[in-house]
């Protein structure tokens, strides 16, 4: 309390330290302050409680903005009388006191907010009113959520001005120009795509927390090392069938321009009935998979046990029919429920051994690692969120640019450990030749088919992942072939340059493009941007639903000791009244 005592003849720069300065130490000391009176010269103030005597009073020095404390009366016999609030806790005092918390932790969450103020100050605030002082003090440091929607075709042409060939494009509604839609993907991120990706598009969304109800869509690939590579990306002001079919089609059309003919894509999603209509409609001639991500957490939380989704992901990795039907049978011993859940998605649409086409070793899609680019930026404006995807982008592109350039190996990385392994294997298998292409391949326990001119093998490692496996090289190796040659071409360290071959560059800060844009932007032909009419509503947001979320029958729990549903056999009502009535 010492920093709050005040004496006469004290100076402050001016009247707003004074004012922060008595307002610190009513809050601070638990005492409510009522002002006489204040202006620019003179500042009188008391106690606010019947009876006490203390008073302050301060003026304002002769030439200067100083102000100095002329005179303190009394001393306070009021107690402490604001523990439970205080009046001179305002929002605007609570953004003061939030504002280098703010900057430092994006996420200093409303409940942080009141622990700290009671822990420093000792009282206690309304939930609602940190809640607001954070939502002011975010405003204040990044701009608020309504400017953020107002500059984005500005923002637009920016990104098409710095990053040529990007496409970048805002959609509104209605006659007051309401943000609907947005649509992004960098020059640098299609060109990578379409030459060095594995052809696999990943889809996903996650809610943005800010002032006004909308969600992140986003189709990401992998590098030739397995490493995520973001593709496009959008912000929809509500998630459905309609939102996913439009981004779906965006990205066909930036794909549709920037290549001769759109290969055939593998897409991974969490099952959503929206996504898999889309890419129905939008990309009929390629694949769709559920990501075993999902699709193992799902039956994990619905059956709450550990072994069935071990034996899922068995299954789903098993490469021959006799493999994956073992698995299935195990789940069905472990739970007949389960496998009767599992039965309504179709295991060539999760199964690596029933899939058409290669999945190249990926089950599961990269949009979660790509949601921990934005989880922190969630509550910002718009703007906020895409500059912070762009910065990423920038950083992860120069890094993997220049890590690449020093590697020696045909293949990536992690694609080179692979062969290296198949390559070890072999050398201790037997190789008879059958005729130009097709060899046959002994092991100590078995023999294998391996034709290399159709780049398969009997166990389907080769044709499933699109690299050698240990047969295939045994064989490649016996007739001179260079084994690496027989990798699919996205595999290669070239493939991977290619891939980050074109930079990201840098947009201009706000301050200078807004200043030179902004009459553009008040062009008749370009009006502003206005936020969505929706809010967001207070509390958790809803949790997205996938397909089995939509059309699942509900898991009905057994008694197997009364053979009753509702209820399971240690919480049977049943046997506990059995043994008070023996007892």
């Given at each position: 309390m010492e920093d709050y005592n005040f004496y006469v003849g004290q100076e402050f720069s001016d009247v707003k330290a004074f004012r922060n300065a008595i307002k610190e130490a009513a809050i601070a000391q638990h005492f409510e302050l009522r002002t006489i009176k204040s202006d620019l010269i003179r500042y009188f103030a008391k106690c606010a409680s019947d009876g006490c005597p203390w008073r302050i009073r301060a003026v304002k020095l002769p030439n200067a903005p100083t102000f100095t404390i002329r005179s303190i009366d009394g001393t306070h016999t009021c107690g402490r009388n604001a523990n439970n609030g205080h009046h001179q806790a305002s929002v605007d005092w609570i953004v003061s006191f939030i504002e280098e918390?703010?900057?430092?932790?994006?996420?200093?969450?409303?409940?942080?907010?009141?622990?700290?103020?009671?822990?420093?100050?000792?009282?206690?605030?309304?939930?609602?009113q940190a809640w607001r002082a954070k939502e002011r003090g975010l405003a204040a440091i990044y701009g608020s959520s309504e400017e953020g929607y107002y500059l984005l075709p500005s923002y637009c042409e920016q990104i098409k001005k710095t990053n040529p060939g990007?496409?970048?494009?805002?959609?509104?509604?209605?006659?007051?120009?309401?943000?609907?839609?947005?649509?992004?993907?960098?020059?640098?991120?299609?060109?990578?795509?379409?030459?060095?990706?594995?052809?696999?598009?990943?889809?996903?969304?996650?809610?943005?927390?800010?002032?006004?109800?909308?969600?992140?869509?986003?189709?990401?690939?992998?590098?030739?090392?397995?490493?995520?590579?973001?593709?496009?990306?959008?912000?929809?002001?509500?998630?459905?069938?309609?939102?996913?079919?439009?981004?779906?089609?965006?990205?066909?059309?930036?794909?549709?321009?920037n290549t001769e003919s759109i290969p055939e894509l593998i897409f991974l999603s969490d099952g959503q009935k929206g996504v898999t209509d889309a890419v129905r409609r939008k990309f009929p001639s390629s694949c769709h998979a559920y990501c075993m991500r999902h699709l193992t957490?799902?039956?994990?939380?619905?059956?709450?046990?550990?072994r069935l989704v071990h034996l899922l992901w068995k299954a789903a990795y098993a490469t021959t029919t006799i493999a994956f039907k073992e698995k299935m049978a195990e789940i069905e011993e472990v739970s007949p429920e389960a496998a009767k859940w599992l039965r309504q998605f179709h295991p060539s649409q999760w199964a690596l051994v029933h899939f058409k086409g290669t999945r190249f070793g990926h089950l599961s899609s990269n949009i979660e690692e790509f949601n921990k680019w934005v989880l922190e930026a969630r509550e910002l404006p718009i703007i906020q969120v895409i500059e912070r995807i762009h910065s990423k982008l920038i950083t992860e592109f120069d890094d993997r640019r220049l890590k690449s350039s020093s590697w020696?190996?045909?293949?990536?990385?992690?694609?080179?450990?692979?062969?290296?392994?198949?390559?070890?294997?072999?050398?201790?298998?037997?190789?008879?030749?059958?005729?130009?292409?097709?060899?046959?391949?002994?092991?100590?326990?078995?023999?294998?088919?391996?034709?290399?001119?159709?780049?398969?093998?009997?166990?389907?490692?080769?044709?499933?992942?699109?690299?050698?496996c240990s047969h295939a090289a045994a064989a490649l190796i016996s007739c001179r072939k260079d084994v690496y040659a027989f990798a699919q071409k996205c595999f290669t360290a070239a493939s991977y340059r290619d891939t980050y071959a074109e930079g990201i560059h840098s947009i201009p800060r706000k301050l200078e493009w807004s200043k030179t844009d902004k009459s553009s932007i008040d062009d008749d032909n370009i009006p502003a941007v206005r936020p969505p009419k929706l809010r967001r509503p207070p509390g958790r947001p809803e949790k997205r639903m996938c397909v089995d979320d939509l059309s699942r029958e509900k898991h009905t729990v057994h008694c197997s000791r009364c053979n009753q549903t509702g209820h399971y056999k240690r919480t049977c009502k049943a046997e506990m009244i059995n043994s008070i009535e023996q007892f």
């Open positions: 918390r703010l900057r430092d932790n994006i996420n200093y969450k409303p409940k942080d907010i009141l622990h700290d103020i009671h822990k420093q100050y000792g009282i206690t605030i309304p939930y609602k990007s496409v970048a494009e805002v959609f509104t509604t209605g006659a007051d120009n309401r943000f609907q839609r947005l649509f992004v993907s960098f020059h640098a991120s299609i060109y990578g795509f379409v030459n060095g990706c594995l052809p696999i598009v990943g889809l996903g969304g996650i809610q943005l927390k800010s002032k006004y109800l909308s969600t992140l869509l986003s189709a990401t690939s992998f590098d030739a090392d397995g490493g995520l590579f973001p593709l496009a990306f959008g912000v929809v002001d509500v998630e459905n069938d309609d939102s996913w079919t439009w981004f779906l089609s965006e990205l066909h059309k930036v794909l549709e321009v957490e799902n039956i994990g939380k619905e059956f709450k046990n550990s020696g190996s045909v293949l990536a990385p992690s694609a080179e450990k692979l062969m290296d392994e198949a390559i070890n294997l072999a050398s201790a298998y037997q190789v008879l030749r059958s005729d130009e292409v097709e060899f046959e391949v002994l092991s100590v326990d078995r023999s294998h088919i391996v034709n290399i001119g159709n780049h398969s093998c009997s166990c389907r490692d080769w044709q499933l992942n699109g690299i050698p």
